[in-house]
């Protein structure tokens, strides 16, 4: 099959990146490769970009997408954004758009990051594009704000699908809604249909089957098996989680304060959080626990991300 070249932005500690190559292994399933190659990555943050470096073969540029595209930035091993791909990835900064955030919107720098975005998707033309954001975003200024940005995308020569996916239903075993945007090109795709290419799964996983042979081990038997020792207090994340159901959203914004287990004994462990978020076990993340918990909290669910790039995958096989 024809493998298509990707560029990953906002990449993180790569979860979105992950779910594309696919050729990885989560609580005993195999979720096999895919025909994609990224052929250039990038993030502003420093520890996600370590973590990164430590489960790829392939680099990260660490550095502002926005000094690199005015060429503002060189740095040691580090490149300009290439001049074509098939594919654009993205999940630009959402904290801003978020209903557990100040909301701030575009009235903030990292609420316009998705401009980078557009730019590189105007530089490069590719056949399809994929950018990822919070519930919230739907949801700020009336609706002003998806409006605007799905139409920035469009006056680029798009078609966009936009959709607010359940984790749940794609085997990840977290309640976690995210908003998820597809473009493909008008002079050679048609629309994306999500519901032609994406598959929902109603048997949602619960945290016994996910998590549950973590709760006997010892902390730092397997690795990032350690937790926060934060007191119990009336913020965020002091409840604790149930363990026949799905998990709650993995938050990026811990300050300590990530769920208790069920057994009201300890904090989720950031090993717990990575289950939870669908990364495999041999996904290593440094270079400590509490910047693991931002990491794992700020990424897109690997497995999740997996459906989403056979769906992609299939598409533009049998529309090309």
């Not at 392939?58 to 005015?70: F, G, M, N």
């Not at 965020?236 to 998990?247: A, C, E, M, R, T």
Request: hydrophobic share 35%; net charge positive; proline share 4%.
């Amino acid at each position: 099959m024809k493998r298509y070249t990707v560029i990953s932005l906002f990449s993180g500690c790569g979860g979105l990146d992950l779910g594309f190559l696919g050729g990885f292994t989560f609580l005993n399933k195999n979720y096999p490769a895919n025909n994609f190659d990224i052929i250039w990555a990038n993030d502003i943050e420093k520890n996600a970009c370590l973590t990164y470096l430590k489960n790829f073969k392939h680099h990260i540029v660490c550095a502002d997408i926005r000094d690199l595209l005015a060429n503002k930035y060189i740095g040691l091993f580090d490149a300009p954004v290439p001049l074509e791909a098939d594919i654009v990835l993205g999940g630009f900064p959402c904290q801003d758009f978020s209903h557990a955030g100040k909301r701030k919107g575009f009235n903030s720098e990292r609420g316009t990051l998705y401009e980078a975005m557009c730019e590189v998707i105007s530089q490069t033309k590719p056949k399809v594009f994929l950018a990822e954001n919070v519930k919230g975003l739907l949801t700020i200024n009336n609706g002003t704000v998806i409006d605007k940005i799905t139409s920035d995308f469009k006056r680029l020569g798009y078609h966009v699908s936009c959709k607010l996916l359940l984790a749940a239903d794609f085997e990840v075993p977290q309640k976690r809604e995210r908003v998820i945007i597809i473009g493909s090109r008008k002079d050679i795709l048609p629309k994306f249909s999500f519901s032609d290419y994406l598959p929902e799964n109603k048997n949602w996983m619960d945290l016994k089957t996910a998590i549950g042979d973590l709760e006997s081990k010892e902390e730092g038997e397997t690795d990032n098996h350690y937790w926060s020792k934060a007191k119990k207090n009336k913020g965020q994340g002091n409840n604790s989680v149930i363990s026949d159901k799905p998990g709650p959203t993995m938050r990026a914004e811990h300050h300590g304060n990530i769920e208790f287990h069920w057994n009201g004994k300890r904090r989720l462990s950031a090993r717990e959080a990575a289950r939870i978020q669908s990364f495999p076990d041999n996904f290593i993340f440094c270079p400590s626990t509490s910047s693991a918990y931002k990491q794992i909290g700020n990424a897109v669910p690997p497995v999740l991300a997996w459906h989403l790039a056979k769906g992609m995958q299939k598409f533009l096989k049998t529309k090309q």
